[in-house]
Structure formats: structure tokens, C-alpha cells
């Protein structure tokens, strides 16, 4: 089997309703849009389809949608924003399954500042040393421009001495920030279940991040949902898992180890990719263009 390689979203816009489109990646690379992508989105909301932007940002939906007006893409141009913080925020605050209801209410954030804050109001407080928390909250590295896994082994050893389970606000392994590949903070939750940890993951590919967007887009036949993303861990296979048709962005994460240029994608090599990540899209597009 090869993947069908769309020329533009415009072949399939007929065949959904609503699409659950990722950020990174796929409408902005961490400092402006794609080329395309706000030509994209237009002629999507003039023919009548709902945007929901599921991001695995671990910040709340507001905070992102400021985000990316400072990159140039205006809020008409979508519907909605779910983020991997808001789900971080409501499984805390509902504590409505065993895990969560076993947390206790003082947590350790490890992440940047643009983090801080995120459980605010929710019922937990933030405390200053690993010896006062009930949980680690990790939203990112410190400073994702130097810090690698490593650097977190000396805190992750006391919370692994403490038996402290850990939420991560963000799954993604890493992101292009411009041209370079910076990590989340899923790399960093990734070493310390690496170290023994517990760790529970919140937004793509995770379940709970699709039943948000779903509540949102109620009245929405799921076959006429699709999702968009630029990576197989995440976005392919939390779309795969949730029943619902997926379109991969080829351009985004996996461009480099894909060839993608000038818009072209080679079939072969992007359907031999998915099989090999175990991942595979409904069809496969260089860049989220119309």
C-alpha cells in the first residue's frame, strides 16, 4: 500500500466537516506561519468548516491563542483552542479516575516561565523543593536552548527516592523552534519513567486530549472528523486510536529525514516511514496548504 499524497488540503475538504488541526509544526514552526497556511485556513472557514487547534502546549488555550496572534495567524481563523494544559488542568481538578484521585495536593514544577502557573487555582499548591511535593509537574526543560535530559538526573533521583509520580503536561519529544529541534517535555518525563518514575502523560496521543475536542465539536459525525499533524507519535497515532481520519504533514518534524522540498513528497519513502513508526495517516500532504 501507498499512501495517498495530497497537492492540496482542497481534495479532501469535501469529504469532513471539521478538522483538528496541531500547531507546531503544521500551522507555524515556533516563530511565523508556513507559507500557505493562513490562505489555507480561509478558504476553510468559507466553506463552512470547523477548526479546533489541538496543541500540545502545556499552557492554558488562552495564553496560546495570544501566542499565535503574535505569529500572525488571526483568531477568525479558527474556531477553538484545546491545548495539553487544559486537559492537564481539568483531569486535576476532576480527579474523576484512581490515579488522580491519589495525588496529593503539593506539587514541584520543572519548567520553563512561560509555564508557570498552570494549576493555579485548581485546588493544588506549587511548592519549592522536592521535599515538600506530593507530584512533579513537568510542562518543559528549564531552558530548552542548552539543558538536555541529563541535567534533570540530580532532581528526578530525589523524586524517584520519593516515589513521586509525575504529570507531563506535554508528550511531545521535541519541536523545530525556526530551523532548530529543541526538546519538550516529553523527553525529560520519557528519562525519568527511564529511571523508574510513573508518569502520566496529558494531551496527543493520550485519549483525554481527543474527548475535549470531541465535546467541542458535538454534533460532529466522528467519519467526518479528520485530524492534521507532523508527527507519527503523536498526532497520527492519537488520531488512529480516537477512530478518526488523520492527514500528515510531511514538512513539519520529520522533514529533514523525509526530503521534504520545494512542496514535493515521495510516496514511497513517506509510506515506508509510517509503517515503520507503526502510525499510519488516512493520506500524507508536504505542508498545510490549500
Excluded at 488571526?74 to 487544559?86: E, I, K, L
Excluded at 496529593?104 to 498552570?118: A, I, K, Y
Excluded at 533521583?157 to 511531545?172: E, H, S, Y
Aim: hydrophobic share 45%.
Amino acid at each position: 500500500m501507498t499512501l495517498p499524497v495530497l497537492s492540496g488540503v482542497q481534495e479532501i475538504a469535501q469529504d469532513y466537516d471539521a478538522l483538528i488541526l496541531d500547531l507546531w509544526g503544521v500551522v507555524h514552526n515556533g516563530v511565523e506561519p508556513y507559507p500557505g497556511v493562513l490562505d489555507c485556513l480561509e478558504n476553510l472557514r468559507d466553506a463552512g468548516k470547523q477548526v479546533l487547534l489541538l496543541s500540545n502546549a502545556p499552557r492554558v488555550s488562552t495564553k496560546v491563542g495570544v501566542q499565535v496572534a503574535g505569529f500572525g495567524v488571526p483568531r477568525d481563523a479558527y474556531d477553538d483552542v484545546v491545548t495539553s494544559g487544559d486537559v492537564t488542568r481539568l483531569s486535576v481538578r476532576r480527579r474523576d479516575d484512581a490515579w488522580h484521585a491519589a495525588l496529593g495536593d503539593t506539587f514541584f514544577h520543572v519548567g520553563p516561565e512561560r509555564d508557570w502557573g498552570l494549576l493555579d487555582g485548581i485546588g493544588v499548591d506549587e511548592v519549592d523543593g522536592i521535599d515538600k511535593a506530593a507530584f512533579v509537574l513537568t510542562s518543559g526543560l528549564r531552558d530548552d536552548e542548552s539543558e538536555t535530559e541529563a541535567d534533570y538526573d540530580e532532581i528526578f533521583g530525589q523524586a524517584l527516592a520519593r516515589k513521586l509520580p509525575m504529570i507531563c503536561a506535554n508528550p511531545d519529544l521535541s519541536v523545530m523552534r525556526g530551523d532548530k529541534m529543541v526538546l519538550c517535555a516529553g523527553a525529560i518525563a520519557a528519562h525519568y519513567e527511564a529511571m523508574g518514575g510513573e508518569v502520566m502523560y496529558h494531551g496527543k496521543p493520550h485519549a483525554r486530549a481527543y474527548q475535549v475536542c470531541f465535546e467541542k465539536l458535538d454534533g460532529v459525525a466522528r467519519d467526518r472528523i479528520i485530524a492534521v499533524g507532523d508527527s507519527y507519535r503523536t498526532d497520527i497515532a492519537g488520531a488512529n486510536a480516537a477512530g478518526i481520519a488523520s492527514l500528515f504533514v510531511a514538512g513539519g518534524i520529520h522533514g529533514a529525514e523525509l526530503g521534504v522540498a520545494n512542496g514535493m513528497l515521495d510516496a514511497d519513502k513517506v509510506t515506508e516511514a509510517a509503517t515503520a513508526a507503526g502510525h499510519v495517516p488516512t493520506a500524507a500532504i508536504a505542508g498545510f496548504f490549500w
